[in-house]
């Protein structure tokens, strides 16, 4: 079988680390490189030097003919960059947030089902420890009956935010399209419960504030409650503006006969047992990326199932956009849930 393919859309962090991953399988080859950012795209040409580049994508796509687009650009140009992509005959993975609106959402969809190409959303902590190790154990009933989930994103962003950080990401704090830290972060741990529970959420509430970064032109700290349609109850807390170090507990869950908890499973009168690490090898730059490019290329290959489809991402965005109308609204909204 010929090489798959590949144009990075957004040749920044999580676009190469998956260009990284894709070639290192053996089964991606990296043809087009593209993003607005000049030096960045020259950083990326040195790691893939007979790569052809562009700050145009469009033109990018008609010249190289990819199989495949990583869209892995700022959150707000998704859903545009992968309805590109699939009108090229490209199929796409999404790093996540899938869209920044169920409007676009349900765009990206409609291409997707229009063209019969593969749409999956790169939601990476599926295959970190202990994430995906106690979501699977949730599933498989370790805890019993679960009624109530967990999971927060406590990160301190002000090295991204802040113009002299070291890790400073402009688009991040531009006036008109700042990433929203509850799609752009926040959306880790609230796929990780939705994957759990597996069951619709009907209806949530949230609250939001903007104290932290004064730089942020967006709000910094979310409290997002969730009721499921099987009657879990979830909560969600997501905050970039912290002090300190970053504590990330994207997941736990609470049943019936027992709690899973920081990679460790408890029951009543027992000793604790701590989950095995079955992701050994999937982590590259934090994230799960070794896991989600080669589960992708195993779908491409017909050898898997879409482990995390468009839909899947779009119920995440519809969590997400509810919780942003409930802040506003001082109300609970009800969830535009895809089927």
Known sequence: MPPVKFLICGSGGAGLHCAHVATTDGRGEIV???DPVGAQLEEALDKYPDAAASTNYEKLLDETDPD???VAGPDHLHAEQTIAALEHGCHALVEKPFATSVADARRMIEVEERTGLHVMTDQTMRYVYPWREMVLATKAGEI??????????????TAWYWPHGRNHTPWRIDAENPQ?????????????????????VEEVSMYSSARCVSEFPSEDCYILIMRFANGVLGKCHVTS?????????????YGLTGTLKEGSLYRRDEEPIELEDTSTGNVVGGHGWAGSVVAFLDLLEGKAENPITSKAGANNVAVCEAGLISAQTGRSEKVEWFY
Not at 180 to 200: K, Q, R, T, Y
Not at 241 to 253: I, R
Request: net charge negative; aromatic share 14%; proline share 7%.
């Open 144 to 157: 019993g009956e679960p009624f109530f989930i967990q999971g927060d994103y406590i990160h301190d962003m």
């Open 68 to 70: 495949v687009v990583v």
């Open 241 to 253: 503006g912290c002090s300190g170090p970053t504590w990330h507990g994207f997941f736990e869950s």
């Open 32 to 34: 087009g490189l593209f």
């Open 180 to 200: 929203n830290i509850l799609l752009g972060g926040g959306i880790h741990p609230i796929d990780l419960m939705l994957w759990a529970v597996d069951s619709p």
